[in-house]
Every structure is written in structure tokens, then in C-alpha cells.
């Protein structure tokens, strides 16, 4: 009975894997660099005093036509010296500009609100946003806002970490395989989830759907920023997976912080339609089939789980090989292990608490 249960359960999980290769496939047509639309890059800081130089100096380096980009540095009542060293990078540069948050917008609290202090002052037409410990390519703006034709409301892309080491790696993998099934789902025009670190949107669809102050807070506003434009029905939402565009995340230092941020995408989470659900229980039920075979041992248990490997590879390797990342899949193995643990206890973690903890700041 075991084995027809997990073959079932394979089965879905196939189905599931060819529907994100088919997704992330999707090519989209670029405009030509006369018809670039003007572009504001908006990064919300607090205390990140060891990262934000790294990010600053990638973002000095993004090619965009003359007078079309400015850069918001919004530091978020750091109490560091992240204000200080912003300070000292922008002096002289044109494109970048700071602003503290001094105020709270509606009801909205830390990266959201800095984030909407910044909308406030953006003057331009589409909207970039990543994070301060993240690098982006020179080219990361100027492709992104290439996809903007008019009935084009957002464009997402894939964020990447550093790898160095077995811990680093599986996060790595970990990242893209979330942002595989996001891209996915996005071009397939049945969103489930996106990455704020590596978003943009046109401003006119923010307005559109009244700001984040308009939408329930959540500590996964992108998801939620997403998901309101999505439901204006009116616009396109895309998500390339090129090299081009890819951004690159510091990875978690130790198991407590990671286990903190797995955390709080579960539970920003749990507003995803039923068919995000559905993913997540096919990923929850061949995971939890993995675990129980040696209790119910048959050749065909170790098929299925050696076909449900080469299904994660397929889906893995040609993205990171298009990413330009493809030595990354050397820690295949230590984000299979890491998966299994975390895909199924997260359910019961998040049931037994909702209490989340962000920047110094509790949820």
C-alpha cells in the first residue's frame, strides 16, 4: 500500500517539475535602448554596516543611459555606522541619493515602511528593488527595465548566494530551486511567490493598488505587492531567468539565522492560493515517502526516489547552468539532505509558533 501511495505521490511531484521547466523556459521580448524606460533603484538598509559597501559599489557600476537612473539609499534608523558609510560612498555621485525614515506610513512597520518612504521620493517609471547585502550585475537595470513594454506591470528575477562551502552551497541551491518554482509559476500567469531582493514593478501599478499602505502587512511584502498587482488583472508579470539580471545574496552565517528566515517566508507564506499549497505538500509528502522507505522497503521505493532526485536535478542544473552558476550543483546532495529536514518540520514549526524576529524587531 506504502509503495502506491508514494508512486502516486512521484507521479504529482513529476508533473509538478515539468510544469517548472516549461516556466522557466518562457523567453519575453526586450525594447531597443531608445524606448528604455527612467528607472529608480530603491535599497532599504538597517544595519548592515558589514555588507552595504559591497552593495553600494555594485550598484555605482550599472550601466543605464544618461539622466534615465537614480538610486534611493533608504537607511532604516540604522544604529550602526550603515548611515555613515552611505554617506561617505554617495558624496560626489549624481545617480545615488539617502533618505532616513522619520515617519510611518499607514500602519506599515520596518523594511515595508522604509521601502514606502522611499516610493515617496521616487521619481521615475519603473520601480528596481533588491537588498543591501546583495550584489547586483552592471547590467541588472538596464535588462530588467528592457522588459517593460507597456502591458508589462512587474518583472521578478532570481537571486543567488555566495557559495563556498557545504552550509553556503545548500542554501545556494536552495534559493534557486524556491526561485525555479517561482519564475514558473509567474510566466505560466499563476503566481505564487517572488523575491523582493531581486523585484521591479512599474510605479503606475503600485499607485494602481494604493501603495503598501493599501495592502495587509506582512514581513513578505514583496509576495504581497505581487499578489495585489496580479489581482488588477490589467497587466502582465513576468520573470526572465537570464544571466544577466541574477543577483547575488550573502547566505545565512548559522543554523539560527537561517532557521529564522525559513521562518519568516513560511509564515509570509501562507497567504499563497490554494495552488501554492499544492506544490508545497507534493514537495512535503515525497520528502516525508523519502524518510519512510527504509520502514517500508521495495525496489520500486528506491526507483521512486532515485527518479525523484533526477527530477530535481533536471529542473536544477539547466538554471544554473544558464545562470552562469552551474558549479554550484556540486552541492546537490547537501541541499537534498538539508531539504528533506527543513521541508518537513517547517509546517509543525510554524504551527507551534508565529512569532517572527527581523533587523532587531519582533513580528
Known amino acids: 500500500m506504502f509503495e502506491i501511495i508514494f508512486f502516486i505521490v512521484i507521479c504529482g511531484y513529476f508533473i509538478q517539475s515539468l510544469i517548472f521547466v516549461i516556466g522557466v523556459a518562457k523567453r519575453f521580448p526586450t525594447l531597443e535602448e531608445d524606448k528604455i524606460p527612467t528607472a529608480s533603484v530603491i535599497v532599504?538598509?538597517?544595519?548592515?554596516?558589514?555588507?552595504?559597501?559591497?552593495?553600494?559599489?555594485?550598484?555605482d557600476k550599472l550601466i543605464y543611459p544618461d539622466g534615465k537612473l537614480e538610486i534611493i539609499m533608504v537607511d532604516d534608523q540604522s544604529t550602526d555606522n550603515t548611515g555613515k558609510i552611505i554617506d561617505e560612498f554617495i558624496e560626489g555621485k549624481t545617480r545615488f541619493k539617502k533618505i532616513v525614515t522619520k515617519k510611518e506610513i499607514g500602519s506599515l512597520k520596518g523594511k515595508t515602511n522604509a521601502l514606502a518612504n522611499g516610493l515617496e521620493v521616487a521619481k521615475n517609471d519603473i520601480i528596481l528593488?533588491?537588498?543591501?547585502?546583495c550584489e547586483v550585475k552592471p547590467t541588472w537595470a538596464y535588462k530588467t527595465a528592457s522588459y517593460y513594454y507597456e502591458d508589462v506591470a512587474m518583472v521578478n528575477g532570481v537571486t543567488t548566494q555566495e557559495a563556498s562551502d557545504s552550509f553556503s552551497g545548500m542554501q545556494s541551491l536552495d534559493f534557486i530551486y524556491l526561485?525555479?518554482?517561482?519564475?514558473?509559476?509567474?510566466?505560466?500567469?499563476?503566481?505564487?511567490?517572488?523575491?523582493?531582493?531581486?523585484?521591479?514593478?512599474?510605479?503606475?501599478?503600485?499607485?494602481?493598488?494604493?501603495?503598501?499602505?493599501?495592502?495587509?502587512?506582512?514581513?513578505?511584502?514583496?509576495?504581497?505587492?505581487?499578489?495585489a498587482i496580479y489581482k488588477l488583472g490589467k497587466y502582465k508579470i513576468i520573470s526572465p531567468v537570464?544571466?544577466?539580471?541574477?543577483?547575488?545574496?550573502?547566505?545565512?552565517?548559522?543554523?539560527?539565522?537561517?532557521?529564522?528566515?525559513?521562518?519568516?517566508?513560511?509564515?509570509g507564506g501562507l497567504g499563497v492560493p490554494f495552488r501554492?499549497?499544492?506544490?508545497?505538500?507534493?514537495?512535503?509528502?515525497?520528502?516525508?515517502?523519502?524518510?519512510?522507505?527504509?520502514?517500508?522497503?521495495?525496489?520500486?521505493?528506491?526507483?521512486?526516489?532515485?527518479?525523484?532526485?533526477?527530477?530535481?536535478?533536471?529542473?536544477?542544473?539547466?538554471?544554473?547552468?544558464?545562470?552562469?552558476?552551474?558549479?554550484?550543483?556540486?552541492?546537490?546532495?547537501?541541499?537534498?539532505?538539508?531539504?528533506?529536514?527543513?521541508?518537513?518540520?517547517?509546517?509543525?514549526?510554524?504551527?507551534?509558533?508565529?512569532?517572527?524576529i527581523w533587523k532587531g524587531r519582533e513580528y
Request: net charge positive; glycine share 4%.
Open 179 to 227: 526561485l525555479i518554482a517561482a519564475s514558473s509559476t509567474v510566466n505560466l500567469r499563476k503566481p505564487i511567490s517572488c523575491i523582493g531582493n531581486n523585484m521591479s514593478y512599474r510605479r503606475k501599478a503600485y499607485l494602481e493598488v494604493g501603495g503598501y499602505e493599501n495592502i495587509p502587512f506582512s514581513v513578505t511584502e514583496d509576495f504581497n505587492l505581487l499578489m
Open 44 to 59: 532599504a538598509a538597517r544595519n548592515e554596516e558589514e555588507n552595504i559597501l559591497r552593495c553600494l559599489k555594485s550598484l
Open 276 to 356: 501554492g499549497f499544492v506544490i508545497m505538500a507534493n514537495g512535503f509528502l515525497s520528502y516525508l515517502g523519502i524518510l519512510l522507505t527504509p520502514f517500508f522497503y521495495t525496489p520500486l521505493c528506491l526507483f521512486l526516489i532515485v527518479l525523484k532526485l533526477l527530477l530535481d536535478g533536471l529542473v536544477l542544473y539547466p538554471v544554473l547552468k544558464n545562470l552562469g552558476i552551474s558549479q554550484n550543483f556540486k552541492y546537490f546532495i547537501q541541499f537534498q539532505i538539508y531539504y528533506t529536514i527543513y521541508v518537513i518540520s517547517l509546517p509543525f514549526i510554524v504551527l507551534a509558533d508565529r512569532k517572527v
Open 242 to 267: 537570464d544571466k544577466d539580471r541574477l543577483v547575488t545574496s550573502l547566505p545565512c552565517k548559522n543554523l539560527k539565522s537561517l532557521f529564522r528566515q525559513k521562518k519568516r517566508w513560511a509564515i
Open 129 to 133: 528593488t533588491t537588498d543591501a547585502d
